[in-house]
T-cell receptor, first 108, second 114 residues
Framework: DAKTTQPPSMDCAEGRAANLPCNHS???????VYWYRQIHSQGPQYIIH???NNETNEMASLIITEDRKSSTLILPHATLRDTAVYYC?????????FGSGTQLTVLP | DTGVSQDPRHKITKRGQNVTFRCDPI?????LYWYRQTLGQGPEFLTY????????KSRLLSDRFSAERPKGSFSTLEIQRTEQGDSAMYLC????????????FGPGTRLTVT
């Protein structure tokens, strides 16, 4: 059974913020939320992770709800190179398993 | 390029044959992971090593699969008696032990079993 639920696809206009949601209603108290992305024909790339506080790095921001049952990845100014499949997962970092993710298409 | 490398990039084999894949991690990374990815799905964890020790294995890793990391550097994944269901992309990743959330993935080896 999937631990996370993501919409299969989303579009975003170039230069605008992309907000990618993820539901993880069965997350345990000490489990982190991880986001990776996979550009076509490449291996996945780490984006960001968090436990309960919002996090920001040079790539994105992660907003986790207070009950931790969902989160949103924010790409503040999407570019064409951000077109990829975005994966949200939870659990042990040593045993990451990803669902089918969200295909984000950034439109010119 | 000091990223994770995998060899070969593509492998076509006949059912019943054995295949071996190699992964060279980032040199200072002591953790190495193997994943399998089928079409339209995200990667699934298979196994991971800390240095030369194989610490965890997924139930997906049947007895026909074996992985080694003999000197704590490169790793090999062998599949014996391949089946058509083994057709997939096999991904390798590496990380530092204290930063295992930030895994660096290689480009993968695409296996096709005919």
């Amino acid at each position: 059974d999937a631990k996370t639920t993501q919409p299969p696809s989303m579009d975003c206009a170039e230069g605008r913020a992309a907000n990618l949601p993820c539901n993880h209603s069965t997350i345990s108290g000490n489990e982190y939320v991880y986001w990776y992305r996979q550009i076509h024909s490449q291996g996945p790339q780490y984006i960001i992770h968090g436990l309960k506080n919002n996090e920001t790095n040079e790539m994105a921001s992660l907003i986790i709800t207070e009950d931790r049952k969902s989160s949103t990845l924010i790409l503040p100014h999407a570019t064409l190179r951000d077109t990829a499949v975005y994966y949200c997962t939870t659990g042990s970092a040593r045993q990451l398993t990803f669902g089918s993710g969200t295909q984000l298409t950034v439109l010119p | 390029d000091t990223g994770v490398s995998q060899d070969p990039r593509h492998k076509i084999t006949k059912r019943g044959q054995n295949v071996t894949f190699r992964c060279d991690p980032i040199s200072e990374h002591n953790r190495l992971y193997w994943y399998r990815q089928t079409l339209g799905q995200g990667p699934e964890f298979l196994t991971y090593f800390q240095n030369e020790a194989q610490l965890e294995k997924s139930r997906l890793l049947s007895d026909r699969f074996s992985a080694e990391r003999p000197k704590g550097s490169f790793s090999t994944l062998e599949i014996q008696r391949t089946e058509q269901g083994d057709s997939a992309m096999y991904l390798c990743a590496s990380s530092l032990a204290n930063r295992d959330h930030e895994q660096y993935f290689g480009p993968g080896t695409r296996l096709t079993v005919t």
